[in-house]
């Protein structure tokens, strides 16, 4: 059980260090290209940070593990909205203003689009292709409205004109090499403490790997909590939110069907629905998510996994 532990922190580790420092090689590579700047943060940037959940799930499927790669994506949404928005509102107020409705609904719309291929019972090439459309027509509508706009924020993730070209190319080899590496580390470590555990693959891709590919978004949403900026922590939860469901489980879905599990069917699913509808007051009214409502997101995230290892599955 140790030896299997270490392999999911070890994986976890060498995933987040390899998955920024990809993000890092090629913004700098596109920018050096001479792709604009808004461009950038809106692909390289977006499709980066999912690298590592991608590798993880992509994984799971090739490992007949497909319950794993459905409780990674499914998990981190439930946490990146009890979890992820719940630890920083503690520390400060989180401010959301209305400009973040858009987005807002579009992630309500993909959760409950989702919902509806899950009731299925399968996530396989047909509902990865509706997905995956999806995902096409969200980044283009994306795009054109940023184009339309001209707004990017003051800093591009990962930018530093002073990179020498050997450095560059440095990150760029070792997140290429670490992300399947580190994929590889934690999807055979959480199957076998699964096995170990006697639980399925899907509650330990509901927890231990939903939260650790998580990490990056709560770090993201700490910092923006400390310098007061709750639409950057908003922002970047529901983008991850629609990235994951959409882009992940799409390709996840075109690698190998997944099979929806009974328990997800009954609980999980409704969680997720859940955790983002408990959003829309604060997005609606543009009210500030407070430490009492921190304290009432955190107590319900670790309700949820208590019915979790409660109910088995």
């Known amino acids: 059980m140790l030896s299997d532990i270490a392999l999911v922190l070890g994986g976890l580790a060498i995933l987040l260090l390899a998955g920024d420092l990809l993000v890092r090689g090629a913004v700098n590579l596109a920018l050096r290209l001479g792709i604009p700047a808004l461009m950038v943060g809106m692909t390289v940037v977006a499709f980066g940070t999912s690298a590592p959940e991608l590798l993880v799930s992509v994984k799971a499927v090739l490992a007949d593990a497909g319950g794993l790669a459905l409780g990674n994506v499914v998990g981190s949404n439930i946490a990146n909205v009890l979890l992820v928005m719940g630890l920083p509102a503690l520390i400060a107020p989180v401010l959301i203003g209305r400009d973040s409705l858009r987005d807002y609904v579009i992630m309500l719309a993909v959760t409950l ?3 509806g291929l899950a009731f299925g019972g399968v996530i396989a090439v047909w509902q990865a292709l509706v997905l995956l459309t999806a995902f096409v027509l969200f980044m283009g509508e994306s795009i054109w409205r940023g184009m339309r706009e001209q707004h990017m924020p003051d800093a591009l993730e990962g930018a530093d004109p002073s990179l020498s070209a050997a450095r560059l190319s440095f990150y760029l080899a070792l997140g290429l090499i670490g992300l399947p590496l580190g994929a590889n580390l934690l999807v055979d470590g959480a199957v076998n403490i699964a096995e170990a555990l006697g639980v399925s693959d899907v509650i330990i891709g ?21 310098r007061r900026e709750g639409g950057v922590a908003l922002g970047n939860i529901l983008g991850s939110n629609i990235f994951n469901l959409l882009l992940i489980l799409g ?12 328990t997800m069917l009954r609980l999980d699913l409704w969680v997720m629905l859940g955790a983002a509808l408990v959003l829309a007051p604060f997005i609606w009214t543009g009210r500030a998510i407070g430490r009492m409502t921190a304290a009432l997101l955190l107590s319900g995230y670790g309700g949820y996994i208590w019915l979790l290892f409660h109910y088995g599955g």
């Open 206 to 226: 509901l927890t231990i790997v939903a939260i650790g590919t998580s990490l990056p978004e709560l770090a993201t949403t700490l910092m923006a909590a400390i």
């Open 113 to 115: 689009l989702f919902i």
């Open 251 to 262: 390709v996840a879905g075109l690698v190998g069907p997944m099979v929806v599990p009974e």
